[in-house]
T-cell receptor
Framework: DAGVIQSPRHEVTEMGQEVTLRCKPISGHNSLFWYRQTMMRGLELLIY????????DSGMPEDRFSAKMPNASFSTLKIQPSEPRDSAVYFCASSSPGQGFNEQFFGPGTRLTVL | AQKVTQAQTEISVVEKEDVTLDCVYE???????LFWYKQPPSGELVFLIRRNSFDEQNEISGRYSWNFQKSTSSFNFTITASQVVDSAVYFCALFTGGGNKLTFGTGTQLKVEL
């Protein structure tokens, strides 16, 4: 039973380059979340989708960040241009439909380093 | 506004000791959900438990137990007879309809030593 899949697991890039992070949610889950984790700010919600539609992107730090979910099984988080302060672990999570708020299952994360 | 406070930044115990991780939350919503997640050194976030605001029953799962008390806005997590494999960062989180997102505490680093 596959969990949330993220790729790449590690990404090292230079400032100014475009970075694309990918996520495949658990099959049947209809909500998808992108988080960023840093030592300074902890876990922050960047954006979440419900049924492929972005619901809340208030956590997206700047216009350099964008996220898409073209279908129920795939989402991307893009940073263009990247900056050293974007270095963090980016997690994707998904949750199933149902009453109330269901637990989110997290992917293994992508560790991004921007030099 | 929603807030989760995990006042214990780091706890060190010797194996087989019991340990309690504290979590205090703030919300004005009457309906909300509380969660605990574990982040081992490998980095992934593992879901442990979900509780809704209408269910104050304590929960026990093996060596893990959770004490939910609305009167003190706390949702504490106890590990009985701790093991080295319990070493991880533990996060408490809160979801409310008003906030419409999961708010995490800053985490408690638990170190279990031999």
């Amino acid at each position: 039973d596959a969990g949330v899949i993220q790729s790449p697991r590690h990404e090292v890039t230079e400032m100014g380059q475009e970075v694309t992070l990918r996520c495949k949610p658990i099959s049947g889950h209809n909500s998808l979340f992108w988080y960023r984790q840093t030592m300074m700010r902890g876990l922050e919600l960047l954006i979440y989708f419900n049924n492929n539609v972005p619901i809340d992107d208030s956590g997206m730090p700047e216009d350099r960040f964008s996220a898409k979910m073209p279908n129920a099984s795939f989402s991307t988080l893009k940073i263009q241009p990247s900056e050293p302060r974007d270095s963090a672990v980016y997690f994707c999570a998904s949750s199933s439909p149902g009453q109330g708020f269901n637990e989110q299952f997290f992917g293994p994360g992508t560790r991004l380093t921007v030099l | 506004a929603q807030k989760v406070t995990q006042a214990q930044t780091e706890i060190s115990v010797v194996e087989k000791e019991d340990v309690t991780l504290d979590c205090v939350y703030e919300t004005r919503d009457t309906t909300y959900y509380l969660f605990w997640y574990k982040q081992p050194p490998s980095g992934e976030l593992v879901f442990l438990i979900r509780r809704n605001s209408f269910d104050e029953q304590n929960e026990i799962s093996g060596r893990y137990s959770w004490n939910f008390q609305k009167s003190t806005s706390s949702f504490n997590f106890t590990i009985t007879a701790s093991q080295v494999v319990d070493s991880a960062v533990y996060f408490c989180a809160l979801f409310t309809g008003g906030g419409n997102k999961l708010t995490f505490g800053t985490g408690t680093q638990l170190k279990v030593e031999l």
